[in-house]
C-alpha cells in the first residue's frame, strides 16, 4: 500500500496524513483542555469511524479487526504511530 490521503484509500500510520491528523488532534487538545476528560469517549467514536473505513478499504469483514480499540489515545498519538502495527 502506498501512502496517501485520497479519500477511500488507506493512510499509514507514518504518512503525512496521519501525521497532519495527529497534530490537528494536538492542537484541539491544547485549545480545549476540558476536552481531556472525554478523550476515552472520543476515541471509541473514531475508531467505529476507523473501523467502517477499514472494512470498505480493505474488502475484509468488521469483525476481521478488535471490535475495540486496542491502543490508548497516548499510544496513537506517538509520531511512528501505535506498537503492533507491521507492514505499513
Given amino acids: 500500500m502506498?501512502?496517501?490521503?485520497s479519500p477511500?484509500?488507506?493512510?499509514?500510520?507514518?504518512?503525512?496524513?496521519?501525521?497532519v491528523e495527529r497534530r490537528?488532534?494536538?492542537r484541539?487538545?491544547?485549545k480545549n483542555p476540558s476536552l481531556k476528560p472525554l478523550?476515552?469517549?472520543?476515541r471509541a467514536d473514531a475508531y467505529g469511524?476507523?473501523?467502517?473505513?477499514?472494512e470498505r478499504q480493505t474488502g475484509l469483514p468488521?469483525?476481521?479487526?478488535?471490535?475495540v480499540c486496542p491502543w490508548t489515545f497516548a499510544e496513537a498519538?506517538?509520531?511512528?504511530?501505535?506498537?503492533?502495527i507491521s507492514g505499513m
Avoid at 2 to 5: C, F, H, K, L
Avoid at 8 to 19: D, F, M, Q, V, W
Avoid at 62 to 67: D, G, K, N, W
Wanted: proline residues 13%.
Fill in 2 to 5: 502506498r501512502p496517501t490521503s
Fill in 8 to 19: 477511500g484509500r488507506p493512510s499509514r500510520p507514518g504518512c503525512p496524513a496521519t501525521a
Fill in 24 to 26: 490537528r488532534a494536538a
Fill in 28 to 30: 484541539i487538545l491544547a
Fill in 39 to 42: 478523550l476515552a469517549e472520543i
Fill in 49 to 54: 469511524d476507523a473501523l467502517i473505513a477499514a
Fill in 62 to 67: 468488521e469483525s476481521a479487526f478488535p471490535a
Fill in 77 to 84: 498519538m506517538q509520531e511512528e504511530g501505535p506498537a503492533g
